[in-house]
């Protein structure tokens, strides 16, 4: 059965930096782009980061270009996600998604972890 599982969040201070990960198991991920999404408390699921299956090719959305950094293992099948300078509206679970194509839409990713909570204090 196909699964994604993330780890990592936790609860940090603004300006501090965390490390998700995303660990692929049930089939062969290594062939699917991966990326993640967040959903904050009473806000709509965005997009954060994706990463194509080869790793040349990564897309941020902007609230968090220059911060974070994605990128993927795929001889263990991981993704992860590197998070610097949070921020307290970088609070929220965050998703491990995988699908066949590179897309900022969450309809486009077919697999999806069951998320992690990552809170910022200010």
């Known amino acids: 059965q196909k699964q994604l599982v993330e780890s990592g969040g936790g609860l940090v201070q603004a300006g501090g930096s965390l490390r998700l990960s995303c660990a692929a198991s049930g089939r062969t991920f290594s062939s699917y782009y991966m990326g993640w999404f967040r959903q904050a408390p009473g806000k709509e699921r965005e997009f954060v980061a994706s990463?194509?299956?080869?790793?040349?090719?990564?897309f941020y959305a902007d609230s968090v270009k220059g911060r974070f950094t994605i990128s993927r293992d795929n001889a263990k099948i991981t993704v992860f996600l590197q998070m610097n300078n949070l921020k307290p509206e970088d609070t929220a679970i965050y998703y491990c998604?995988?699908?066949?194509?590179?897309?900022?839409?969450?309809?486009?990713?077919?697999?999806w972890g069951q998320g992690t909570q990552v809170t910022v204090s200010s």
């Open positions: 990463i194509r299956w080869s790793g040349d090719i990564t």
């Open positions: 998604v995988a699908g066949t194509t590179i897309s900022r839409r969450s309809g486009d990713y077919v697999y």
